[in-house]
């Protein structure tokens, strides 16, 4: 089974930037898709982005498109979130996870994802 570890998240101001990492141990991501979600205080986790197993495919929420864009490093088993633009509705905890396949119907459903990693913080001030 992989583990993942998310870090980079932190306090940022409005306009600003963040990338956000998320390493995986156990097993090589290069046979997972990977996705990003986060969950602000009194809300439901959303999806924010993901990207196949082969970095060919992406898909984004989008309320992130154009500001946000997923990637991997399959060299250090590591998929990232980098975030530009931040928004103060962007302050979330940010979950990356795993799953074995990305399927253009479900890509956005959390239940989906096997593997989640612990969260990192994200707050951007206004």
């Known amino acids: 089974q992989v583990q993942l570890v998310e870090s980079g998240g932190g306090l940022v101001q409005a306009g600003g930037s963040l990338r956000l990492s998320c390493a995986a141990s156990?097993?090589?991501?290069?046979?997972?898709?990977m996705g990003w979600f986060r969950q602000a205080p009194g809300k439901e986790r959303e999806f924010v982005a993901a990207?196949?197993?082969?970095?060919?495919?992406?898909y984004y929420a989008d309320s992130v498109k154009g500001r946000f864009t997923i990637s991997r490093d399959i060299t250090k088993n590591t998929a990232y979130l980098q975030m530009n633009s931040l928004k103060s509705e962007d302050t979330a905890v940010y979950y990356c996870?795993?799953?074995?396949?990305?399927?253009?119907?479900?890509?956005?459903?959390?239940?989906?994802?096997?593997?989640w990693g612990q969260g990192t913080q994200v707050t951007v001030s206004s």
């Open positions: 996870a795993a799953r074995s396949t990305l399927n253009s119907d479900s890509y956005y459903r959390s239940q989906e994802y096997g593997r």
């Open positions: 156990g097993r090589t991501l290069s046979t997972y898709a």
């Open positions: 990207t196949s197993w082969s970095g060919g495919t992406t």
